[in-house]
């Protein structure tokens, strides 16, 4: 079965930054167009960004564009963070959809596979 395995969150400053990964198994990752989300406490899950099955197309939320870089290599997707700020603060999620191929997905309901989360806490 399809198994998403985020990492990388932590404790940090403002300021400061952070690398999360997802790691993908039971599909062929290079097919999948991808994303991350985030869900801060008593708020809704949000998007943050998204990216195309070969790296090239992608996409962010605007409360962290020019902060955050979404990327991929063969086996793994990335989240750079940088100049993080307590509102970032949340449990972060990698997301595959339902189905390979040239898809670009920003919206939750068009995602099937989720991670357990990776926890990130900016302090002021």
């Known amino acids: 079965q399809v198994q998403l395995v985020e990492s990388g969150g932590g404790l940090v400053q403002a300021g400061g930054s952070l690398r999360l990964s997802c790691a993908a198994s039971?599909?062929?990752?290079?097919?999948?167009?991808m994303g991350w989300f985030r869900q801060a406490p008593g708020k809704e899950r949000e998007y943050v960004a998204a990216?195309?099955?070969?790296?090239?197309t992608t996409a962010y939320a605007d409360s962290v564009k020019g902060r955050f870089t979404i990327s991929r290599d063969n086996s793994k997707m990335y989240l750079q963070m940088n100049s993080l700020k307590p509102e970032d603060t949340a449990v972060y999620y990698c997301?595959?959809?339902?189905?390979?191929?040239?898809?670009?997905?920003?919206?939750?309901?068009?995602?099937?596979?989720w991670g357990q989360g990776t926890q990130v806490t900016v302090s002021s």
């Open positions: 990216i195309n099955w070969s790296g090239i």
């Open positions: 039971g599909l062929t990752f290079s097919s999948y167009p």
């Open positions: 997301a595959a959809p339902l189905y390979s191929g040239g898809g670009f997905y920003i919206t939750e309901a068009d995602y099937k596979y």
